[in-house]
């Protein structure tokens, strides 16, 4: 099936949301453990749209990204939710 430029892109805007929310409502699972199995976490979502928010010159700042991310400021998200880091047993 063939889809035209906006349809394609209005649903893999709805895809991109309902992902966020996925992990916005998934605080269990550690970035880590993300960047372990699947090559990225939401650092790097956040990271990847002010990248392309800087392409297409709108200013997004760091911090602004990892808001949309997480749905939260990153320090805070981090206090409420990221454990301590396991040390590998081996």
């Known amino acids: 099936m063939a889809l035209d ?6 649903l893999e805007a709805a895809a991109f949301r ?6 916005r409502a998934r605080t269990d699972v550690q970035n880590i453990d993300l960047m372990n199995l699947a090559g990225f ?17 709108i200013p997004m700042t760091r911090d602004a990204a990892r808001e949309a991310v997480y749905g939260m400021p990153y320090d805070d ?4 939710y990221q ?4 040390a590998c047993r081996v």
């Open 41 to 57: 976490c939401r650092n790097c979502l956040s990271n990847w749209m002010q990248a392309e928010a800087e392409a297409r010159d």
């Open 83 to 86: 454990s301590e880091a396991r």
């Open 18 to 23: 309902r992902l966020v929310a996925h992990l």
């Open 5 to 10: 430029d906006t349809t394609r892109t209005e």
């Open 77 to 80: 998200w981090k206090r409420l």
